[in-house]
């Protein structure tokens, strides 16, 4: 795996969009310069994050999200798996 995360990136799983192993080393967004920890999806090429609106769910338990645009920067939180175990 890169050091760059994926341009889109989806926590849902039933998404195209869902990665499951750029989400458990953990990915880290930040929106118009502001660090961000409700992020649901976002699109770095299109600019935009969907992100959650309080803890209103949809008829099927999703959360409620909005979409927003403006410069996106995502990042990972942790290192590779495979750097941390060169270290030890």
Do not use: H
């Not at 969009?17 to 409700?38: H, P, S």
């Not at 099927?60 to 941390?84: C, H, I, Q, R, W």
């Amino acid at each position: 795996m890169s050091d760059t995360p994926p341009d889109r990136l989806s926590t849902d799983p039933r998404s195209d969009f869902y990665d499951a192993d750029a989400l458990a080393r953990g990915v880290g967004i930040k929106f118009k310069g502001a660090e961000k920890t409700n992020i649901e999806e976002y699109c770095v090429s299109e600019g935009w994050v969907k992100m959650a609106v309080g803890t209103s769910r949809d008829r099927k338990g999703n959360p409620m999200t909005m979409k927003l645009s403006g410069p996106v920067e995502p990042y990972f939180k942790d290192a590779p798996a495979e750097d941390v175990e060169q270290a030890e």
